[in-house]
C-alpha cells in the first residue's frame, strides 16, 4: 500500500510541473521541474508531513522496483527478461531521486537544480569518456521521450492496469494516459536534446534539465500554445498516476 502512494506522489508531482508550465505560458515565473513541485508542496499547509510522507512512499516504491529488478521475471526469455529488470532498475532509480528531492527540501537545503544539472554536464565533459557517456545520456532520455510517446498514442499503458469496470472511468483512464505519455514524452524528449546541445557546443549552460527544455520550448515559433498543451499534458499524466495508485498491477 505504502509503494503504490509512491505512484499518488509522483502524479502530484507531475500535476504541480504542470501547472507551473501553463504558468509559465502564460507569462508568469516558477521552476517547472520536480524539485520546483516539491517546493511548492513545502509551502501548503502541513508541508513537512507531506513532504515526509511522500519521501516515504517514494522510497518504498524504490525499493518495489529494486525486488522487482533482482527477482522477479524470471521466468520470461532471457531478452525480454533483462528488458524488463533494467526497466524496473531504471524506474527505482527514478523514485530515488524523488525521494533525495524530497528529503533535501524538509532538511531546509535549497540547491539551484538548474546549475546542478549544468554543474553535472561540466564535470561530465571533462571525465574521461565522458563527452560520449553524455551523448549516450542525452540520446537515452530523448529516446525514451519517444517511447513515452508512442505508449500512450497505443494505450500499451493499459496491460498495466486493472482497468475499472464503469466504462467512463475506463474512458477517464485511458484518455488522461494518452494525454499524459505524450506530455511526458515531450518533456523527456527535450530535456535529452538539450543534453545532447550542451555536448556538442561544449557548453554545459544549455543543459538546464526539464525546466531549461520547458522555457526553451517557450521560446519556439507558436511555443506559447505548445507549452500550455505540454502543461495540460502534464497535469493528466498527474491525474492518471494518482489513477494508477490505486489500479496498477503489482
Not at 17 to 33: E, P
Not at 175 to 190: D, P, R
Request: proline share 3%.
Amino acid at each position: 500500500m505504502v509503494a503504490r502512494a509512491g505512484f499518488a506522489v509522483s502524479g502530484l508531482l507531475h500535476f504541480l510541473i504542470g501547472l507551473v508550465a501553463i504558468r509559465l505560458a502564460m507569462g508568469g515565473k516558477g521552476q517547472a521541474d520536480v524539485s520546483g513541485a516539491v517546493e511548492q508542496l513545502a509551502l501548503a499547509p502541513a508541508g513537512p508531513l507531506l513532504l515526509w510522507s511522500s519521501f516515504a512512499a517514494c522510497v518504498a516504491l524504490a525499493i518495489w522496483q529494486a525486488s522487482d529488478a533482482i527477482f522477479d521475471f524470471e521466468h520470461l526469455p532471457t531478452k525480454k527478461k533483462v528488458g524488463k529488470k533494467l526497466k524496473a532498475a531504471l524506474q527505482a532509480v527514478v523514485y530515488t531521486g524523488f525521494a533525495l528531492t524530497l528529503a533535501s527540501v524538509a532538511i531546509g537545503a535549497r540547491a539551484d537544480h538548474r546549475r546542478s544539472t549544468s554543474d553535472l554536464t561540466l564535470q561530465l565533459m571533462h571525465a574521461p569518456g565522458g563527452i560520449l557517456l553524455l551523448f549516450i545520456l542525452g540520446g537515452a532520455v530523448a529516446v525514451t521521450g519517444v517511447v513515452y510517446a508512442i505508449r500512450g498514442f497505443k494505450k500499451s499503458f493499459i496491460k498495466y492496469l486493472r482497468m475499472p469496470s464503469n466504462s467512463q472511468a475506463r474512458t477517464a483512464v485511458t484518455v488522461t494516459g494518452i494525454a499524459g505519455y505524450a506530455a511526458k514524452g515531450v518533456a523527456l524528449l527535450l530535456t535529452g536534446l538539450l543534453i545532447v546541445i550542451a555536448t556538442w557546443k561544449a557548453d554545459p549552460d544549455e543543459s538546464t534539465g526539464l525546466d531549461g527544455g520547458l522555457k526553451a520550448l517557450r521560446e519556439q515559433p507558436m511555443g506559447v500554445y505548445m507549452l500550455a498543451a505540454v502543461g495540460v499534458g502534464l497535469i493528466c499524466y498527474g491525474i492518471f498516476m494518482v489513477m494508477r495508485a490505486r489500479l496498477a498491477k503489482m
